[in-house]
């Protein structure tokens, strides 16, 4: 694999992580993923993101009820749910995917000061239950819950389609 420089190698090695070890996530590490969360660009750079940070383990218990992915949200130390605030939106499709890409940052925060973590968005079948549970406002649509700690596997390399597959057109 080509080590190209560091924030193409970020994004080329990163990879979902599922299974965390005990160890604490410090509050330091903590900001500086949601400080580069808030750094994602944005339509008018309207910033249409909230988050609610979980760490308390029952209400993790009660959040892992809502998703098939339930065992890596009660595994994890932290998850944030990651909300698109309609007071601030202008654009549906440019907004959810500035959320998107805010949550792409937290992912490759989140690699690269060696923690794993990865993006569930099974649970969004439970939308308006989760955020009840966090008890969010009306205004809040949940678009994912980010689940992250201390890596207790070893990632793969990863698996994607031959780039041929996905560039349609270079001329
Ligand atoms: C929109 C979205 C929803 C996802 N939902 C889940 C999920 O509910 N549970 C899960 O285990 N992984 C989920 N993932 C992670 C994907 O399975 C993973 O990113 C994909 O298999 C590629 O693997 P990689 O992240 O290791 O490159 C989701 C990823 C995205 C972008």
Redesign the pocket.
């Known amino acids: 694999m080509d080590a190209v420089n560091p924030v193409v190698e970020a994004i080329r090695r990163?990879?979902?992580?599922?299974q965390f070890t005990k160890e604490p996530v410090s509050d330091d590490e903590l900001d500086r993923i949601l400080e580069s969360a808030v750094w994602a660009p944005s339509g008018r750079n309207n910033q249409p993101w909230k988050f609610a940070v979980v760490r308390d383990p029952v209400l993790k218990e009660s959040l892992a009820t809502l998703?098939?992915?339930g065992s890596?949200i009660q595994g994890a130390p932290i998850c944030i749910g990651v909300f698109l605030d309609h007071s601030r939106v202008y654009d549906r499709t440019k907004d959810v995917q500035a959320v998107?890409a805010c949550?792409?940052n937290m992912?490759l925060a989140i690699h690269s000061l060696g923690l794993g973590g990865?993006?569930?968005?099974?649970?969004?079948k439970n939308k308006e239950k989760v955020g009840e549970l966090l008890g969010v406002g009306g205004d809040l649509e949940l678009m994912?819950?980010v689940a992250f700690g201390h890596p207790a596997e070893r990632?793969?390399v990863?698996?994607?389609d031959p780039l041929e597959k996905a560039v349609l057109l270079r001329r």
Do not use: D, F, N, Y
Request: hydrophobic fraction near 40%; avoid cysteine; charge should be positive.
């Open positions: 990163r990879r979902s992580v599922r998703t098939h992915s890596i998107g949550i792409q992912l990865v993006w569930l968005g099974e649970i969004l994912a819950v990632s793969g990863g698996e994607r």
